[in-house]
């Protein structure tokens, strides 16, 4: 009779067992990115101001770009979207840049100045100079657009790349990636070669870099790119590019004619940038 009731109680906890694997594992969504744009007329001139822009928050999670239907509660700081435009002549210009906002111990004026900073210097790339039209005799109007997108961001930094768009008349527009990386401690002393983080002194960019650069060309970009992009090009080129970080992921920036879309980006995975690193506190977020 104890046999008996051992073996249905067995029975009853493997079958307990069996219904518990059996349950389907819930798994979390990747959600696309969504950009938006809340441009709005603030004023004349791009450094100042008589009324304060209306910012619009934007919040997004480490590896995401800015989303603004999705906050995470998990940063002790949050961002904001401030749309700011002005006019000189027929030139408009559009510009979107982030604001770090924290509580009452956090202040992030460096990180904010440079955010800034940045934005208005690449929608000011092409100058205020007008393009004049002989046949017409007038000027052309000229569109500068720049958008500020977050790549990554963590409690200590943070990764933006500003996105330009430069357009003539109806002609096609002149595109421009520009990026910003930083640190966000504002209670350290570090210079702005050190807050700043760049490709400079963040890799050894050496022959070897270069063959890894040109590798990632050859397998992630167009046929027309490859034949641009040859490894002498592409050594050439190395040094102060653009570069932003994801998750996984360094993507270096590379400049190509406009009509293969003026700069091309590729991904190159942490672990085989290992090899080139330089010293560097930074390296701790992605290499684990």
């Known amino acids: 009779m ?33 950009e938006t744009s809340a ?5 004349k001139l791009p450094v100042s101001s008589s009324s304060s822009p209306e910012e619009t928050s934007s919040v ?10 999705h906050v995470d509660d998990g940063f002790v700081y949050r961002i904001n979207k401030v749309p700011f435009s002005w006019e000189q002549g027929e030139k408009s210009y559009e510009v979107e840049y982030l604001q770090i906002l ?14 800034k900073e940045r934005a208005m210097q690449a929608a000011n790339l092409f100058g205020y100079q007008p393009l004049y039209d002989q046949e017409k005799r007038e000027n052309v109007p000229i569109t500068v657009k720049t958008q500020s997108e977050i790549a990554y961001r963590d409690n200590q930094m943070i990764s933006v790349v500003l996105r330009t768009e430069y357009t003539v008349g109806d002609g096609e ?29 963040m890799l050894n960019v050496n022959d070897d ?24 090009r592409v050594r050439a080129a190395l040094g102060a590019n653009p570069i932003y970080f994801l998750e996984h992921h360094l993507v270096v920036s590379l400049s190509v004619p406009q009509n293969l879309g003026g700069h091309v980006e590729v991904s190159i995975p942490y672990s085989q940038l290992a090899p080139f690193m330089k010293l560097s506190e930074i390296w701790r977020h992605f290499v684990y």
């Open 209 to 232: 870099f270069a063959n890894l650069v040109h590798t990632a060309v050859q397998n992630q970009t167009s046929v027309n790119v490859q034949a641009y992009l040859t490894p002498e």
């Open 39 to 43: 441009l709005s007329s603030v004023g």
């Open 102 to 115: 924290g509580d009452a111990q956090g202040d992030y004026s460096k990180v904010n100045i440079l955010l």
């Open 173 to 201: 527009p002149v595109s421009i990636l520009e990026t910003v990386n930083c640190y966000l401690d504002e209670t350290n002393d570090l210079g702005a070669e050190q807050t700043e983080l760049t490709m400079e002194n």
């Open 60 to 69: 997004s999670s480490g590896a995401a770009w800015s989303d603004p239907e």
């Open 2 to 34: 104890k046999i008996k009731k051992l073996s249905w109680l067995f029975a009853s906890v493997l079958l307990a067992v069996c219904l518990a694997a059996c349950q389907p594992q819930q798994q979390g969504s990747l959600e696309l990115p969504s």
